[in-house]
């Protein structure tokens, strides 16, 4: 295999990563919220678009318009339900990781048990196929999933940029007692940008769905990678999130390719305390509030 | 010294006016007494699961425990402890393979050899704080589950079989029963004296505020590492004694992140940086494991039931059984062990 294969299968892989890891690091911005079971939720979402695909026929890429609303709508009543119970608490954040480590017990466990955890994988016609160039090859199932990933990325940065409530959730981002002094309503700010971390992960979880051969106890896996790669890029950094997760996801995949495949996790762990020793706010994030 | 001081008692404004009371020596020489004399139970019949039993609530107050001294007394929360516990299965394992050296022997080592690493994990650590220490510590985990699913020398993720003890098998639990029970005291007893040490004074200091800690005078970089490194080596201990008592090491029955979990759930259920908090909670998750087995028949659900029972925990009593009932004055005093 070429180098340059070898960087188009990373690069269209860290678009995947870097959709899963947007929601995320989404959440941790506005909310300072690590939401340690974002990695569950896409893989409850994956499951979701596999039952329409086994069930129904529809297509995963179809039915991103199921998973996305459902998930935006599931976010918004989870965080009313849970997070203004424990927003005055010191710890908020600390706390919150506690909160999501628990929540990614009871998805696991309810999806074992009443998924089971066979191997699962969408297999649309694309997700087999691949498009050759001279001799390169592109499968098109990754492509198709990095290209909808870049378009959900796309219309997240053009909404916080050009909408109302976008500018309120920067704001929000940026400082919070400052956005509720100038006017911002953060609750509700707060609330709608949960909805769309949860929505990110459920059009991630359709697209991994085929990308991914998947099982209720893999998101640990993910999840580990997913805050790896936020934290290099800087805790609520939503370019150093996207930064992260393609160069990563490169240098992951010619770990992959010349010492094996096995190895690769290893690229963002490596990378983590690397990152950690040296700059521990991260590429693009501010210097830690401890 | 002043100052330290001023931040605990900003902390742990309770503790100053307790009112002495023997009633916990008795309670606590009574238990230790039960425990000790119960395997003579045997001579009544078969009382291998009541021994199993009390030897997996042993382990786990012994990890508990340890956990609390890192999560609960510094306010670090680690969710990849079950790191050290899986290396100390693993030491001793060798040990007895390679040299035929039997982990009831080794099994301190392999809480040297845990505590060890904790002092690299410490090291690679220390920078970060609050959030990144914790995906550090998961990353941690990942790492070395990699590292174990494909070392060939230690069996890659088939594991390893160990030979069994050459004891009377109607007495096999005995020896693994007393090694737990020490190691499960071992534990309680270097909390509380962490807890009633100038170092675990600064732990707290640390917990409470980590930059008016650093301006006090402490060395808050040192204490951390130390705090991680004291805090690997009963779980060492416990991961050499479990492995042998299961005669098998598989990276899946020491490294899966539920085990770290487990060690989380039971300190905050019973109570974060108290000495009694992890024993009970401890002793309780072991009762409800128990109990939502035998009734909902399924691990799965067992998996949810810990989430559940976390969710609750940190929404409606985020103290733990041991920190609330201190919170309202109705702690009983053979409960306070601080």
């Not at chain 2, 230790?32 to 004399?37: R, S």
């Not at chain 2, 200091?205 to 980590?210: L, P, T």
């Not at chain 2, 951390?224 to 060492?236: D, L, N, T």
């Amino acid at each position: 295999m070429t180098q340059v294969q070898v960087l188009i299968l990373g690069l269209l892989l860290g678009g995947v990563y870097a959709l899963m890891a947007s929601g995320l690091t989404l959440l941790f911005g506005v909310m300072r919220v690590v939401n340690l079971a974002h990695a569950a939720f896409i893989v409850l979402a994956a499951f979701l678009s596999f039952f329409l695909w086994e069930g129904a026929g529809i297509d995963p890429l179809v039915s991103l318009v199921v998973t996305v609303p459902v998930f935006f709508l599931l976010g918004m009543a989870i965080y009313r339900t849970v997070f203004p119970r424990i927003e005055g608490s010191p710890r908020f954040t600390e706390m919150t990781v506690l909160m999501t480590f628990g929540f990614a017990f009871i998805l696991e466990g309810l999806m074992s048990k009443y998924f089971t955890g066979i191997f699962r994988q969408t297999k649309p016609p694309y997700a087999q196929d691949a498009i050759i160039l001279g001799d390169l090859y592109v499968p098109t199932g990754q492509l198709y999933a990095a290209i909808t990933s870049a378009v959900f990325l796309v219309a997240l940065w053009a909404f916080l940029k050009y909408t109302r409530t976008g500018y309120g959730v920067r704001a929000t981002m940026q400082n919070r007692d400052a956005a509720q002094l100038v006017g911002v309503d953060v609750r509700r700010v707060s609330t709608v940008a949960f909805g769309m971390g949860m929505a990110l992960a459920g059009a991630a979880g359709a697209l991994i769905s085929f990308v991914f051969p998947f099982y209720p106890s893999r998101h640990w896996q993910w999840i580990a990678i997913l805050l790896s790669l936020v934290v290099l890029g800087g805790m609520g950094s939503l370019k150093g999130a996207v930064v992260g997760a393609l160069g990563l996801a490169v240098i992951s995949s010619f770990v992959s390719t010349h010492i094996g495949a096995v190895w690769a996790p290893i690229t963002f762990f490596g990378a983590l305390f690397l990152m950690l020793m040296v700059k521990p706010e991260g590429l693009f994030g501010k210097k830690a509030r401890a | 010294m002043t100052d330290i001081r001023t931040v605990d008692q900003a902390t742990a404004p309770a503790t100053e006016q307790r009112v002495p009371s023997s009633s916990r020596w008795w309670v606590l020489g009574a238990v230790v007494l039960f425990a000790l004399a119960l395997p003579s139970a045997r001579f009544l019949g078969s009382y291998n699961y009541v021994l199993q039993l009390a030897t997996i609530a042993f382990m786990w107050i012994a990890l508990a425990s340890s956990w609390n001294i890192l999560g609960g007394y510094t306010g670090y929360i680690s969710l990849g402890h079950n790191v050290f516990y899986g290396v100390g299965g693993y030491v001793a394992g060798m040990l007895l393979l390679e040299l035929g050296w039997s982990p009831f022997v080794t099994a301190p080592l392999a809480g040297l050899v845990a505590m060890a690493l904790g002092l690299v994990a410490g090291l690679i650590t220390y920078r970060a704080h609050g959030t990144s220490f914790i995906i550090s510590t998961v990353a941690m985990l990942l790492v070395v589950t990699l590292l174990m699913d494909n070392w060939s020398y230690l069996g890659g993720s088939n594991g390893l079989s160990l030979p069994l003890p050459g004891f009377d098998v109607s007495w096999l639990k005995v020896p693994f029963y007393y090694a737990m029970l020490v190691a499960a005291i071992g534990a309680v007893i270097l909390g509380h004296r962490v807890q009633h040490s100038k170092f675990g004074l600064a732990l707290r200091a640390i917990a409470s505020d980590e930059v008016k800690a650093e301006m006090a005078g402490i060395n808050t970089r040192k204490y951390k590492v130390m705090a991680f490194a004291i805090s690997a080596f009963f779980p060492g201990v416990v991961g050499a004694l479990w492995g042998y008592s299961l005669s098998y090491l598989r990276p899946v029955i020491f490294l899966i992140i539920a085990v770290a979990a487990r060690m989380v759930l039971m300190s905050i259920v019973g109570g974060r940086g108290t000495v009694a908090g992890p024993v009970i909670g401890a002793v309780l998750i072991i009762a409800i494991d128990e109990a939502s087995v035998s009734l909902l028949g399924s691990s799965e659900l067992n998996l949810a039931v810990t989430g559940l029972l976390l969710v609750v925990t940190l929404l409606f009593f985020p103290l733990g059984i041991v920190g609330t009932l201190r919170e309202h004055n109705r702690l009983p005093a053979w409960l306070d062990w601080d």
